[in-house]
T-cell receptor
Framework: GDSVTQMEGPVTLSEEAFLTINCTYTATGYPSLFWYVQYPGEGLQLLLKATKADDKGSNKGFEATYRKETTSFHLEKGSVQVSDSAVYFCALSRNTGGFKTIFGAGTRLFVKA | DVKVTQSSRYLVKRTGEKVFLECVQDMDHENMFWYRQDPGLGLRLIYFSYDVKMKEKGDIPEGYSVSREKKERFSLILESASTNQTSMYLC?????????????FGSGTRLTVV
């Protein structure tokens, strides 16, 4: 069945460091891919998405590229801020016939000033 | 601003109580979902609904039921609360045939069963 695997955390970075959170997926067909972010005490918010191969999703300085050949959707940001401290979830959703989204386990990011 | 609203941020209930968690969305979404979130286990789907009065079991439905009498409201019911149901509960909604739009989540209800 479909699955999403993302790197275990926590990831601890200093402010202005480069961020990469790895995400790979297993799915038949052509799923849509997402990154969600969860700030402390809150629900998840959609951060960015990509719906087909080679698409790049971007938002708030974060980027991720849909790589079908490596079944990956790694999240990157060039310069993190303390306010980016949160849990990040990679997810996939099928474009047809599915009502459910499959979420990864989440990666906690701590950014130190 | 579109919203999914969960009625309580924090709840404390006693073992054996019947517990209702309410979720309301104002986006005219057909699909609604209940997840629970636990450390180390990520998000697990309890139930979902793709239309009024329709419901489908998710991955961990045992001990839970749901109600969808109106399109905008999806209720999660713990028939007899137990301590292992202490968790963060998240409600979400989406369009049915546009899965590339993603989900909109509520802020969550942190339930403690004592």
């Amino acid at each position: 069945g479909d699955s999403v695997t993302q790197m275990e955390g926590p990831v601890t970075l200093s402010e202005e460091a480069f961020l990469t959170i790895n995400c790979t997926y297993t799915a038949t067909g052509y799923p849509s891919l997402f990154w969600y972010v969860q700030y402390p005490g809150e629900g998840l918010q959609l951060l960015l998405k990509a719906t087909k191969a080679d698409d790049k999703g971007s938002n708030k300085g974060f980027e991720a590229t849909y790589r079908k050949e490596t079944t990956s959707f790694h999240l990157e940001k060039g310069s993190v801020q303390v306010s980016d401290s949160a849990v990040y979830f990679c997810a996939l959703s099928r474009n047809t016939g599915g009502f459910k989204t499959i979420f990864g386990a989440g990666t906690r990011l701590f950014v130190k000033a | 601003d579109v919203k999914v609203t969960q009625s309580s941020r924090y709840l404390v209930k006693r073992t054996g109580e019947k517990v209702f968690l309410e979720c309301v969305q104002d986006m005219d979404h057909e699909n609604m979902f209940w997840y629970r979130q636990d450390p180390g286990l990520g998000l697990r789907l309890i139930y979902f609904s793709y239309d009024v009065k329709m419901k489908e079991k998710g991955d961990i439905p045992e001990g839970y039921s749901v109600s969808r009498e109106k399109k905008e409201r999806f209720s999660l019911i713990l028939e007899s609360a137990s301590t292992n149901q202490t968790s963060m509960y998240l409600c979400a909604s989406s369009f049915p045939d546009r899965s590339n739009y993603g989900y909109t989540f509520g802020s969550g209800t942190r339930l403690t069963v004592v």
